[in-house]
């Protein structure tokens, strides 16, 4: 597929870099020539300096003949107009980041449809849903729903103390609908056999029926109530539309953030929610404010390495879970070894997002997990693949590539060697990233 990214920034070099890698010829527009050197000296991509918005950038290199756009600048303004002028010159799809919220009212679908644009992301929510998820569920690290909520992802660590460690997993008794698929262990990503044993510390993804999975996440719990008093330390985009959806569902939400403005402009959309203006590293102010005895601290700042201190900080008072944002994703592994529980990145997430459409077609959702170590992917099963009919165990599936669950109709069945695919099953695939190109070839 060809496909034009315009903008240079995190998320726009993490697409380039992750589509290139998948085989897809990328064209990368930049008008910052910093930026754009870096993506050229270290991406096997084109990159072009100038303006992603011009009709005429995109006539004189011969980019009207792209499949998809993808306008991912710093400006929401800039993005749409690029979608609108690549629609226009007859790129099929295109793709916007867009922050602002006021352009995603009521109409937005018919606004975005006017303007030649097939999807907006909104990084910023995208991360602030994801970590209302996690925090509906008290023991996940992360959690990923599929086949229209039939069919859940749940990561835990596992305890020294857990009945399931030192077993092998073709041993394990764990309850209907629910199957092992993935265990970080120290860094690295393992697609799990039948000979294999969960070790303490272990990061393990399970995947089944969304009601197995939420009662025997309970298994894995510190706690066995629910989080009900959330501090939110930063009020950017993320933390306001955090505090809103908490705030929503119930949950008692109390932000800190320096300043004042974003603190009136929060305290003016949540009902029952505490905004205080103040230092999150004011350690008096967090003692006084009773971080110690909230059950989860997200720390949103901009800054990786003052989230990194305020979570270790809330941990060492006493807060039962801490959730970070990153922005550089090689500070993921490092956070996890030193005792932050979940740590998010919004570029991945939305990197996850925007695969998704690219590989449109059978392909439903998609997700990055621990850092891009690992995906899960929704795929439908095409009438064209070769595995349909025939047995999974001799289905000559590649290594590395395990199928937590099908969804057939209404019927959710978690498969075994003895499970023969259908054209039309939903299967939920979790695999590691370089195997991607061979998934949907065999699926």
Do not use: W
């Amino acid at each position: 597929m060809r496909i034009v990214i315009v903008g240079a920034g995190k998320v726009g070099f993490s697409l380039a870099q992750r589509l290139s890698e998948e085989g897809h010829e990328i064209t990368v527009i930049e008008q910052d020539e910093e930026r754009r050197l870096i993506v050229q000296n270290s991406l096997d991509v084109m990159t072009i300096s100038g303006n992603g918005a011009s009709p005429q950038i995109l006539a004189d290199f011969g980019l009207l003949k792209a499949d998809l756009m993808v306008a991912v600048t710093d400006r929401d303004e800039v993005n749409m107009i690029a979608c609108m002028a690549a629609k226009q010159a007859g790129i099929s799809r295109t793709i916007a980041r867009v922050r602002n919220q006021e352009y995603a009212g009521r109409n937005q679908l018919d606004f975005n449809k006017a303007l030649g644009i097939d999807l907006t992301i909104n990084p910023e929510m995208v991360t602030a849903v994801e970590i209302s998820r996690i925090l509906l569920t008290p023991a996940a690290l992360d959690v990923e729903d599929f086949g229209d909520g039939k069919v859940r992802l749940l990561e835990v660590r596992v305890r020294a103390e857990s009945p399931y460690v030192n077993i092998e997993l073709k041993r394990l008794t764990l309850p209907d609908q629910v199957l092992v698929v993935g265990i970080l262990r120290q860094n690295r990503m393992i697609i799990p056999h039948g000979t294999d044993c969960l070790l303490p510390q272990d990061s393990v993804f399970f995947v089944g029926a969304q009601a197995s999975i939420e009662e025997f996440s309970e298994h894995f719990s510190e706690t066995k109530t629910k989080i009900q008093r959330v501090m939110i330390i930063g009020a950017g985009r993320i933390g306001r539309h955090l505090a809103k959806i908490l705030d929503q569902v119930g949950i008692s939400v109390k932000v800190i953030e320096k300043s004042r403005e974003r603190c009136n402009e929060l305290a003016k959309t949540i009902d029952k929610g505490l905004v205080l203006c103040g230092d999150g590293t004011d350690i008096d102010l967090l003692i006084e404010e009773g971080v110690g005895e909230t059950d989860a601290v997200v720390c949103l700042t901009s800054d990786d390495k003052l989230n990194l201190l305020l979570a270790l900080l809330a941990k060492d008072l006493g807060t039962q879970k801490t959730i970070v944002r990153v922005g550089r994703s090689e500070y993921m592994s490092l956070m996890g070894k030193v005792g932050v529980d979940v740590i998010l990145s919004p570029r991945l997430l939305t990197a996850g997002v925007i695969l998704r459409q690219v590989r449109q077609g059978e392909v439903v959702s998609v997700s990055l997990l621990e850092g891009a170590k690992a995906e899960a992917m929704e795929i439908v099963v095409s009438a064209k693949s070769s595995i349909i009919g025939r047995k999974l165990k001799d289905a000559k599936i590649p290594d590395n590539i395990l199928i937590g669950a099908l969804v057939r109709g209404n019927e959710l069945i978690i498969p075994d060697g003895n499970t023969i695919l259908q054209a039309g099953d939903r299967a939920v695939i979790f695999t590691l990233p370089n195997l991607v190109k061979k998934i949907c070839k065999t699926f």
